[in-house]
């Protein structure tokens, strides 16, 4: 087995970002439609703020990358 890069895991967790938000009502029941909508607009500041702070250990763990696409580090 080999060891995934870190490129490989930002790319994973990325899209536990971007495609894995849920939310659960009281009784376990992942919410869907007009709920789950209430939900990423009530945490849209947060997650704008963990985006953020993602992008600034995305750049550490990929130097390369963050050189190519202009970002200081």
């Known amino acids: ?10 790319g994973d967790f990325r899209t ?7 939310t659960n009502d009281p009784d376990g ?3 869907e439609g ?7 607009a009530a945490t849209k500041a947060w997650r704008n703020d963990l985006w ?4 600034k250990l995305e750049d550490r763990l990929c130097p390369v990358e ?3 696409a202009g970002r200081d580090f």
């Open 66 to 68: 963050a050189f190519v």
């Open 34 to 40: 007009p709920e789950h909508a209430q939900a990423l």
């Open 52 to 55: 953020k702070a993602f992008r």
């Open 1 to 10: 087995m080999t060891r995934p890069y870190n490129k490989d895991l930002c």
């Open 29 to 31: 029941v992942i919410l």
């Open 16 to 22: 536990l970002l971007t495609a894995g938000f849920y």
